[in-house]
């Protein structure tokens, strides 16, 4: 028999490397994948895996003479608002580009590439000439006054777009973000698509900067995503199509613009400052651009953004009570998702130039974003890891929310019952029901905690019981880096 001490060495390794694997990566990516699949709307694929979902809204775009099939849902209603759509299919693609050789070797890299192209096809069909960008399919009023599945809904499918005479710089310029960084994540495996993709990136550029506006003012109805402004877009239009093409035309757009954003306090489907200003960063470590005038500018306000997620700046990301990052009491973890990507993509680049990150609390390693980005302030708290011992990742766990805040999820699968859901029944029968969902909307990310990291798990509460695929976009690439 082992002496106690060597019993005791044992136990205590055993401990430790229980907890080392306690964060399965590597099944928290494939499902965060796996969730654009509950979002699509269209016709669905022979090859769909998410087997409650059923054909939706097959007739969209037949208002307008336009064929605007397929494409995403948002969240948990049934509407397409193509602003954070555009978003959501940049960070897709973003993944792909800086952790395509992770997600291939976690076999993951055709389903990303999948989700991506589910995107961008319907992105295809919503532009149909230079000028014209459709960007919303649904009237968010009228689909928010019914609870139904999208195979049966019957609330208005009005198509809504931008044009010379009614602009949208921010729609245009972030869908041309879109096209621009799936064109590089298609470039090897299809390169025709790839091109296909990059003239359509040109197109709406040029769209968006000719004919300036912001698109809430051409189609009020987007006000649920309403921007706040579109000089971001446009210039993290100009990064991304410079990455795309080398074309000093967009280098010239960004080295002369009067305003490089300065230091934000977040990323996300309206604020994109600090994405241009990171993309630049990379930029520049490797060699591509100078460090120096306007460049430099992009690339300090990038590095001290981070630097603030990390805690290790002049005006740090604030915390819950338990030290997780938190922004905001509405759909919190969408903050968390999209800093922790950029995080994560700068550690490799920095760690490709051999070089730290500058903050003012001292330097910084790559190795040490990482861990930062794994630790229980950031994913590790995600999946689990949290004073709750909830993951906020639906599906992923033991112990996940049971009643997220989504239409096709809480009512019964059209494929158990195919009796029609109407507007109010679905309130009745299904929305007010207080037992779990009867489809679990797998690897979705829910809107999370309180700042005390409470949770409460009702279908009413959407401010934290809703996931987006603006939430899950950027946590592919994070958890794809990790697996």
């Known amino acids: 028999m082992a002496p106690k001490s060597l019993l005791g060495l044992g136990l205590s ?9 306690s964060v399965d990566y590597r099944s928290a990516l494939t499902k965060s994948i796996l969730y654009f699949e509950a979002q699509r709307s269209g016709k669905l694929p022979s090859n769909q895996r998410v087997k409650w979902r059923g054909d939706s809204a097959l007739k969209d775009g037949s208002d307008a003479g336009v064929d605007l099939v397929g494409g995403y849902y948002d969240a948990g209603d049934n509407v397409k608002f193509g602003f954070p759509q555009a978003f959501t299919v940049t960070m897709l693609s973003w993944s792909v580009i800086d952790f395509g050789s992770q997600l291939s070797a976690k076999k993951e ?15 295809i069909k919503a532009h149909p000439q230079a ?7 649904g009237d968010g009023d009228a689909d928010h006054a019914c609870w139904e599945r999208p195979e049966d809904m019957t609330t208005p499918r009005t198509s809504y777009k931008i044009d010379e005479q009614n602009p949208g710089s921010d729609l245009a310029g972030e869908t041309a973000v879109a096209f621009a960084a799936a064109s590089i994540a298609f470039s090897k495996s299809d390169p025709d698509y790839s091109s296909q993709l990059l003239d359509h990136a040109k197109q709406l550029f040029d769209f968006a900067n000719s004919h300036q506006g912001m698109y809430q003012n051409s189609i009020p109805q987007a006000h649920f995503y309403s921007s706040s402004g579109f000089q971001d877009e446009l210039l993290w239009a100009a990064a991304w199509l410079y990455r795309a093409t080398n074309d000093k035309t967009y280098s010239d757009y960004l080295s002369s613009s009067g ?3 300065g230091t934000r306090t977040m990323f996300s489907w309206d604020d994109k400052y600090t994405g241009a200003q990171v993309l630049v960063a990379k930029l520049i470590l490797e060699g591509k651009v100078p460090n120096d005038g306007n460049w430099g500018n992009y690339k300090n306000q990038g590095e001290q953004f981070i630097c603030n997620v990390i805690q290790k700046g002049s005006n740090n990301v604030k915390k819950t009570n338990a030290g997780a990052l938190w922004w905001d009491p509405f759909n919190d973890l969408q903050y968390t998702t999209s800093a922790l990507f950029l995080t994560a993509s700068y550690s490799d680049s920095l760690s490709a130039a051999k070089d730290s990150l500058n903050c003012p609390a001292g330097s910084i390693s790559p190795d040490d974003l990482i861990s930062f980005a794994r630790s229980q302030a950031c994913v590790d708290y995600i999946l689990g890891e949290n004073p709750k011992g909830i993951s906020y990742m639906v599906g992923y766990g033991s112990s996940f929310p049971q009643q997220v805040h989504h239409r096709g999820a809480s009512i019964v699968s059209i494929h158990e019952n195919g009796a029609p859901v109407t507007c109010q029944e679905g309130f009745d029968k299904w929305y007010n029901r207080q037992a779990p969902n009867p489809n679990v909307l797998e690897g979705a990310i829910v809107g999370g905690p309180d700042q005390g990291d409470n949770y409460g798990d009702s279908r009413s509460n959407f401010q934290q019981a809703e996931a987006a695929t603006a939430n899950s976009g950027p946590i592919v690439g994070v958890l794809a880096r990790l697996a």
């Open 109 to 123: 890299l055709d389903n990303a590439l999948a989700a991506i192209k589910w995107g961008t096809d319907y992105f």
């Open 131 to 137: 000028n014209v960008l459709y960007g919303q399919v």
């Open 13 to 21: 390794l055993l401990l430790l490397l229980q907890g080392a694997v």
């Open 259 to 261: 305003n490089t954003g």
